[in-house]
């Protein structure tokens, strides 16, 4: 079964594999829509072995430029929503003792970027929460993994809504962010979409313990090595901050 908001944008997928996709409209907004959602997955495929959370929005402003109510739709989109729909799935799941929970989340879960603060805090909110299922959830069988995808040609940066409030002071470290997010989708060396969702399939189909976070593509990597330093290198000089002679008073 495969959701979006507007089932018209699956008809090409489901031209492709007839009888093998159900398309489903699905509003991650809309608790009713998501109830509705899951009973159909259990009227028309017999239930829920695989909760994929896919669905992404992108915000871009600095964090003084982001609105309460721009920052609300990010979150319900971004974390509300996948948290609802894990929530209805759950039950389902633990009754017949198994399931997979794969929630998609981005580098910048561990680390962030200039003018995506939203997006940024949303990711992270995202990523503890998981961390948290696939302790609760262990026990009943079920599976959790957060994909950390690197930089993939999608149309999140052409789809990606501005702040309303403009402040201009933060163009210096912003602008450049802003277009280089713009230009995903035909930036060489960027990650093609097919080949992020063989990775996903990979990931289900694996047998046995699998990490609770998985990176997805070469980039995603080499972002996280970076983030793993700097944080090593910022755990240690907060210890040296605290372990070293309080300040005079």
Request: glycine share 10%; net charge negative.
């Amino acid at each position: 079964m495969v959701t979006a908001r507007k089932t018209a944008d699956l008809e090409d997928l489901a031209a492709a594999w007839p009888g093998r996709i159900v398309p489903v409209p699905l509003e991650l907004r809309d608790p009713a829509s998501c109830q509705e959602a899951v009973r159909t997955a259990v009227d028309r495929v017999g239930g829920i072995d695989i909760l994929v959370n896919n669905a992404g929005v992108g915000l871009f402003g600095a964090v003084e430029e982001v609105s309460d109510a721009e920052l609300r739709d990010q979150l319900e989109i971004l974390v509300v929503g996948p948290w609802r729909l894990t929530r209805l799935a759950l039950p389902l799941m633990r009754a017949q003792g198994h399931g997979h929970i794969v929630n998609v989340s981005s580098v910048v879960g561990r680390m962030a970027f200039p003018g995506l603060g939203a997006y940024v805090a949303a990711k992270h909110a995202l990523e503890g929460m998981s961390e948290a299922l696939a302790v609760e959830a262990a026990p009943h069988g079920i599976r959790v993994t957060v994909v950390e995808p690197g930089m993939f040609a999608t149309r999140y940066g052409t789809a990606m809504t501005e702040a309303a409030h403009r402040v201009p002071a933060y163009d210096v470290t912003n602008r450049e962010m802003l277009e280089g997010a713009r230009g995903l989708a035909d930036s060489p060396g960027t990650g093609r979409p097919d080949d992020f969702a063989v990775r996903v399939l990979a990931i289900v189909d694996t047998e046995g313990p699998t990490p609770l976070r998985i990176p997805v593509g070469a980039d995603a990597y080499g972002y996280l090595d970076v983030a793993e330093q700097a944080a090593r290198e910022e755990y240690a000089a907060a210890r040296a901050l605290v372990d070293g002679p309080p300040p005079a008073v």
